[in-house]
């Protein structure tokens, strides 16, 4: 289990029953003393990025809900760290941000890889202590980042593979059901 730190991956216990986090898998960006944000992995929404901003006409491109705060903001993260002047590195091979305008320039004139992009509506955040008590409850475990499962590894496979890697007692989570009493 690796710490809270920008790049790790929060994983939703497998009864965790918020459904903003159910069976969720958060990149976290940042985590300070004042609060920590990141984005949700795995919740795909119905709806593509041209859809939601002009400037990427013709770039259908999936949009995932990066968490249930500011659902009228969109954010991304990549792996094109030269290409894309000031972004923020979360680890050797995941970026954060960066400057918009060569972000779209790049993507229509095919000098970078959508697949190397994923685009957020919304973000998910903490205030001050508030994540450290979530993970003294036992809401999430974490790891960390890698660039497949962040990546390569499709929304509805995410929460279970990233178990998997965990391994050890985190293996076996992988086929509890969401709600033990219904068994």
Known sequence: MSTLMSGGLLVADPFLKDENFMR??????RHTEEGSFGFVLNKKLDVTVDELLAEMEGLKLTVYQGGP??????????????????????TDTVCWGGNFQQLTQHLKNGTISPSKVKFFLGYSGW?????????????????????????????????????L???????????????????
């Open 69 to 90: 705060v500011q659902l009228d903001t969109v954010h991304y993260i990549h792996q094109y760290p030269d290409l894309i002047p000031d972004s923020q590195l979360l």
């Open 24 to 29: 969720s898998v958060v990149l976290l960006c």
């Open 165 to 183: 890697h965990m391994g050890g007692v985190y293996e076996q989570m992988v086929n509890y059901p969401i709600d033990p009493q219904l068994n």
């Open 127 to 163: 205030e001050a202590g508030q994540l450290e008590k979530e993970m003294e409850e036992r809401s999430w475990a974490t790891t960390t980042g890698t660039r497949k499962l962040i990546f390569n590894t499709t929304p509805e496979a995410l929460w279970r593979n990233t178990m």
